[in-house]
């Protein structure tokens, strides 16, 4: 037989997506599956971006420039503006999606064997992003007890060695919800600064925050601005995650002059989604208002019910739309599978993430699963009458 790589083989499979085969057999047998697994927003996108989609008098898809078009820049430009993040048109790479965008920041910062530090629960696709760069990431734990604050300074510090290329977190987070304070990126930015290594900030989530403390970028702090490399998307924002539209923001010259050449290998970022983003973020602020009271009324909701569930222990999210929840069994995911293969309730059954594929410590979040809140409260609420009822049957299995 011909050979595999052993990249390959090794690359981890998705803790999102793991599961998707029980889901669709349960499916298949005519329950409906509630997924709370996924980040996949249900609110509709502004409708400035679908009339673009629908309406559109293109007569083909021509390719399109490699960092993404002037007029799109600009506009991304004058929407972080409003945030106090000043930026030129050559700061940022539109990308395919922010995954591309951070594959492109791996491969021009790292080598293969070099390393990325990443506090611990992280976005699970990390783990992928680095395998498939060759990059070693090295886990540094936060702790549920304390709703996953930054680890401690003296223990980052601890885990950097003469490989380690970059500090990677996503503010706020996904899987876990918490918001890093301005005096945590200032802290992370002054170690990238002293160490002479990148501090790459995944903001995707920038906009959902749910306390009276506001986001802060890594692209604020000029004393780190050829250190910083910012990580954006469309996709959650606008529910536009089918479009593929992300962006590798820095105002690191070298870097971004080596992202290019990246981004010249898949010529363009796909153009009707572009025009469909750039229309996106025109549209008027009652939208994104809109998009966040609906989410922190999710939150309160399913934060509520869960509580009142015994044995389950929930993170409050301070940001983002995904909370971390503690199940009274010693593997969520062997219960994660039993709710789509064992269980339904009238007709009803929920799919949700184990959150060990968070973990790149093997011993870590057997118990916990990450939730999505990205349904409506009705359904949410019922979700959670749901777990309850499949906890005291699982249990009692």
């Not at 002037?70 to 048109?89: E, T, V």
């Not at 009271?293 to 389950?312: F, S």
């Not at 929840?325 to 039993?338: N, R, T």
Request: charged letters at 25%.
């Amino acid at each position: 037989m011909p050979i595999i790589s052993k990249k390959g083989l090794e690359l981890p499979a998705s803790p999102i997506r793991k599961l998707v085969v029980h889901a669709d057999n349960a499916k298949a047998r005519g329950v409906e599956v509630l997924h709370l697994n996924i980040g996949q927003p249900d609110i509709e996108a502004p409708v400035e971006a679908m009339e673009v989609v629908q309406d559109h008098k293109l007569k083909l898809l021509p390719y399109g420039s490699s960092q993404g078009s002037l007029s799109y820049r600009k506009q991304l430009c004058k929407y972080y503006d409003l945030h106090k993040i000043n930026l030129d048109p050559e700061d940022i790479m539109v990308t395919t999606g922010a995954s591309e965008a951070l594959s492109f920041a791996l491969n021009v910062i790292c080598d293969a064997g070099d390393e990325i530090i990443i506090p611990e629960p992280f976005y699970a696709n990390y783990n992928g992003f680095a395998a498939a760069a060759s990059v070693k990431v090295v886990p540094v734990v936060s702790y549920f007890e304390n709703q996953f604050e930054l680890p401690s300074i003296e223990k980052l510090k601890e885990k950097i060695s003469t490989k380690t290329r970059a500090i990677l977190i996503c503010n706020p987070s996904n899987p876990t919800g918490y918001l890093y304070s301005k005096k945590e990126i200032r802290a992370l930015i002054e170690i990238a600064v002293e160490k002479d290594i990148f501090i790459i900030v995944d903001e995707v989530y920038r906009e959902f925050i749910y306390t009276d403390e506001s986001h802060y970028s890594v692209l604020k702090d000029e004393s780190g601005s050829q250190h910083a490399i910012m990580i954006d998307s469309v996709s959650k924002r606008y529910s536009l995650c089918g479009a593929r539209v992300g962006c590798l923001v820095s105002k690191n010259k070298e870097l971004m002059a080596m992202a290019l050449k990246f981004a010249h290998l898949r010529l363009s970022p796909p153009t009707l989604a572009l025009l469909a983003s750039e229309a996106a973020i025109k549209a008027p602020p009652s939208y994104l208002k809109g998009v966040i009271q609906e989410y922190t009324q999710r939150k309160n909701v399913i934060i509520a019910a869960l509580e009142k569930i015994n044995g389950v222990a929930v993170s409050n999210p301070m940001g983002a739309f995904y909370c971390i929840v503690k199940l009274p069994v010693d593997s969520a995911e062997a219960f994660s599978k039993f709710l789509l293969t064992d269980f339904e309730d009238n007709g009803q059954t929920v799919m949700l993430a184990p959150a060990a594929g968070f973990y790149s410590s093997q011993e870590l979040g057997k118990d916990q699963v990450r939730l999505a809140f990205v349904l409506e409260s009705s359904k949410l609420k019922r979700a959670a009458k749901i777990i309850q009822k499949a906890l005291e049957v699982y249990k009692n299995s």
